[in-house]
């Protein structure tokens, strides 16, 4: 029997020398051509972002044992993955890039950065007051390893963070409010941040109710994915100025040109790009080679999906 095929969307030679020599590597992706060999495909790397073509690829796959994703999300994965396939995420992966992002956008909805660029455009010059991200109450709305990075990008920022996720737990950064305790939590906050997966728990999660409850200048960032909010009734609060938004995630992506969210001025659209920077591939190398290592080793694999997430 021929040793265990890995399929990469990317040269292997990327993840250094030394690979386990009892499986066998190829650079395919199937956006561009499926090879004869995807009936013998062991373990398959997905290319970033999961296409038609790709979907339609993993059915082929008859000898597959493990799916690696390369981004944190799965929900637009699972209705693909065969019985009794692993499915593994890209956990890590993003963590620099979606916090870094979410500082971006933070730091430039409060101080008024769209406005600035505006102005600049119309060679108008204006000198509003700003406001601060200084001691303001930070509501991180999702605490694993995407929602553990931001929060150690905001702390220089002299910040209260308050964390929720699905279940309240202790943790060494602090304790964790569970999901069902937000309501009371945003009733003061000057910064939601949104980084929870998408599951039939978290949809519609940011509703009507929920916005009505967030403080007038209250700044909603969400890095989740778009049906984690309300559009409608986002919306609706930011035509009444009562509220304003940062968001990297939509209901529908790419954003139509017709769409009235372009015209919102206290929206700050990014175009879902919370993991593509250079941060992106040094951290996908490494996580592929250790999953690799142990795939190779017979040992347990990280970043198994299972439950809810």
């Known amino acids: 029997m021929s040793d265990p095929l890995v399929w990469l969307p990317f040269d292997p030679a990327d993840l250094g020398e030394g690979l386990p020599t009892n499986l066998r590597y190829e650079h395919v992706d199937p ?117 553990s990075a931001i929060e150690a990008r905001f702390a220089p920022f002299e910040v209260e963070v308050v964390r929720v996720a699905r279940t309240a737990r202790d943790t060494d950064a602090g304790h964790v409010h569970a999901f069902t305790e937000l309501g009371d939590l945003v009733a003061d906050a000057d910064v939601v941040v949104l980084i929870c997966p998408l599951t039939d728990e978290t949809r519609g999660l940011v509703d009507a109710d929920l916005l009505a409850r967030m403080p007038d200048g209250a700044l909603l960032v969400n890095m989740a994915r778009g049906p984690v909010v309300d559009t409608s009734a986002l919306v609706a609060e930011l035509r009444s100025g009562r509220l304003r938004a940062a968001v990297d995630v939509l209901p529908e992506e790419p954003l139509p040109a017709d769409s009235e969210l372009w015209a919102l001025e206290n929206l700050l659209i990014s175009p879902h790009v919370g993991g593509a920077s250079t941060a992106m591939w040094p951290r996908a190398h490494r996580l592929v080679r250790s999953q690799l290592e142990k795939f190779a080793a017979g040992q347990p694999l990280d970043n198994v999906m299972d439950g809810a997430y």
């Open 31 to 147: 956006r561009e051509q499926v090879p004869a060999s995807v009936s013998e495909v062991a373990y398959f790397v997905a290319p970033y972002g999961m296409s038609p073509a790709v979907a339609e690829a993993v059915p082929q796959m008859s000898s597959l044992q493990v799916l690696q994703v390369l981004s944190a999300g799965v929900d637009n994965v699972r209705g693909v993955v065969p019985e009794g396939v692993t499915l593994c995420n890209g956990r890590g992966i993003h963590d620099t890039s979606t916090a870094e992002l979410t500082l971006t956008l933070t730091l430039a909805a409060m101080n008024g950065v769209p406005a600035m660029v505006r102005d600049q455009q119309a060679s108008r010059w204006t000198t509003p007051w700003r406001t601060a991200l200084a001691d303001r109450k930070v509501v991180l709305v999702g605490y694993g390893s995407i929602g």
